[in-house]
């Protein structure tokens, strides 16, 4: 009796051409070690990684600091001339003509260090905003973490303030200020604006990244925020007994973070400015604000990383 042999059907083979399941595509990438390209890794390594760059970070703030008036006569000049002008012109309208100046002793001095330390928060704010939109051929062309971008800027902004200190102690001592002991605390409070900075800075870049028509919102909303902040004005006058401010607007004044950076410069470089006009906790406000910034800042930033440069 002869035996039927039944062959299976052969397997149907996909046409030519065809593209296999996802599934299927991400286990042949697996097998063979393939990973995203550009995908954002975990947190830890985003920091090492940015740390590996540290060198390229120093490098490119400073190149950008050059180049930032290479163009002018003066050159590097107006690093120091640009925010004195600007506190001449506030000196003349705030302090001359509105007379802020009534009561606060030592005003010029008052005066110069508050422009000063508002204009690095509010140059580091801006050149962050701008960080990766302004920088698409770079982000697009290499690859290395983004937060490398606003980190820069703001230490850019940092080299141009050092800059500006040394004409600043000159005032100082102009001005009959003798230096002192507490200038050194200008070491600690400069660190934690800078960590502030840079957290808001990475904050706007990712916004910026998104709604590129944020750069010319901001030097009005940082014009706002300039005004609030005690730069042309002793908050401790406005908001003292004998004012009629109410006292939770004084409360937000004094806490207001930009303030807060002032203030401590101005106890450390000022003997006139003394600790009764600070408000409580000063250095605890200081370093909360460096610590939400900055951490927040970083983790916002590092959660888009890999949308930076598409679309």
């Given at each position: ?15 030519a ?51 930032q008036?290479s ?10 001339m ?32 508050g ?44 080299q ?7 004409a600043?102690?000159v ?55 300039m ?23 004084g ?48 983790i ?12």
């Amino acid at each position: 009796m002869s035996q039927v042999l039944h062959t299976p059907p052969p397997t149907p083979q996909a046409p030519a051409g065809t593209v296999p399941a996802s599934h299927d595509l991400a286990a042949l990438a697996a097998r063979h070690g393939l990973s995203v390209s550009g995908a954002r890794p975990s947190l830890r390594e985003y920091v090492r990684q940015l740390w590996a760059r540290r060198h390229f970070i120093g490098a490119f703030s400073t190149a950008k600091l050059t180049a930032q008036y290479s163009q002018a006569k003066l050159g590097q000049v107006w690093q120091v001339m640009t925010p004195l002008l600007n506190a001449a012109v506030y000196y003349f309208i705030f302090g001359v003509l509105m007379n802020t100046k009534r009561g606060v002793e030592d005003y010029v001095p008052f005066l110069v260090t508050g422009v000063f330390v508002w204009t690095f928060t509010q140059s580091s704010i801006m050149a962050g905003t701008r960080a990766i939109s302004g920088n698409l051929g770079l982000v697009r062309a290499l690859h290395f973490p983004r937060a490398a971008l606003p980190v820069s800027f703001c230490l850019q902004q940092l080299q141009q303030l050092l800059f500006s200190m040394a004409a600043l102690v000159v005032i100082l001592l102009a001005f009959g200020v003798p230096p002192a002991v507490s200038w050194v605390l200008a070491v600690p409070a400069l660190v934690l604006q800078f960590l502030f900075n840079a957290g808001v800075a990475m904050v706007m870049a990712r916004v910026g990244s998104k709604i590129p028509d944020m750069a010319q919102l901001m030097p009005f909303l940082l014009r706002t925020w300039m005004y609030g902040s005690g730069v042309m004005f002793s908050i401790h006058h406005m908001t003292g007994p004998d004012s009629n401010v109410p006292s939770w607007v004084g409360t937000l004044l004094q806490a207001n973070p930009a303030a807060v950076y002032i203030d401590l410069m101005r106890f450390a470089l000022i003997d006139s400015f003394d600790g009764s006009m600070l408000p409580d906790h000063v250095w605890a406000l200081a370093l909360g604000w460096a610590l939400v910034a900055g951490i927040g800042g970083f983790i916002y930033f590092w959660k888009a990383e890999e949308t930076y440069g598409r679309g």
